[in-house]
T-cell receptor
């Protein structure tokens, strides 16, 4: 059974710093990995999608990397801003018991940017 | 802009009631999913559907059922609501295999069972 872990569970950094969020997964047979952002009481917003054949994806100040063989992904946020404060969730796409695709989520990292 | 719409933002129901949570997507996606989210447990998959009238159990299907009569609509049913089903429920959809376009989530329904 696929398990996804995100460490740390919470992180506080001063505004302007660069930071890295970590995600690890136990089964390397994934189709893709996706990073989401969730604001309190809200749904999920997709940030970056990395296909299993890719090594990284970039969007603005965000860069996500994928090392499938070691079961790891990182989300790098450059020049952090207070508006980046949110919970960040990592999810991997794998096959279900009946051969259909499904997402398995980590429990998230709650990020606070201190002005 | 693509959308997944959940019919209710907040819902309060009594123990034993039959509860319907509705989700509609306008992207012609084949796959639709229902998750629940609880503090410390993250998002857990309840049921998903990969085609009209097709469904598969997720990791925590007990106490729930689903219905997908039309491609754009996926309903989650709590046959007899219980207090341990108080949670945030999130619907999502995706296109085809490999999530080539990723997954799109609705804004969530916060259900309280009293």
């Amino acid at each position: 059974k696929q398990e996804v872990t995100q460490i740390p569970a919470a992180l506080s950094v001063p505004e302007g710093e660069n930071l890295v969020l970590n995600c690890s997964f136990t089964d390397s047979a994934i189709y893709n990995l996706q990073w989401f952002r969730q604001d309190p009481g809200k749904g999920l917003t997709s940030l970056l999608l990395i296909q299993s054949s890719q090594r990284e994806q970039t969007s603005g100040r965000l860069n996500a990397s994928l090392d499938k063989s070691s079961g790891r992904s990182t989300l790098y946020i450059a020049a952090s801003q207070p508006g980046d404060s949110a919970t960040y969730l990592c999810a991997v796409s794998t096959l279900s018991n009946f051969g259909n695709e499904k997402l398995t989520f980590g429990t998230g990292t709650r990020l606070t940017i201190i002005p | 802009d693509v959308k997944v719409t959940q019919s209710s933002r907040y819902l309060v129901k009594r123990t034993g009631e039959k509860v319907f949570l509705e989700c509609v997507q306008d992207m012609d996606h084949e796959n639709m999913f229902w998750y629940r989210q609880d503090p410390g447990l993250g998002l857990r998959l309840i049921y998903f559907s990969y085609d009209v009238k097709m469904k598969e159990k997720g990791d925590i299907p007990e106490g729930y059922s689903v219905s997908r009569e039309k491609k754009e609509r996926f309903s989650l049913i709590l046959e007899s609501a219980s207090t341990n089903q108080t949670s945030m429920y999130l619907c999502a959809s995706s296109f085809g295999w490999g999530g080539m376009e990723g997954y799109t989530f609705g804004s969530g329904t916060r259900l309280t069972v009293v």
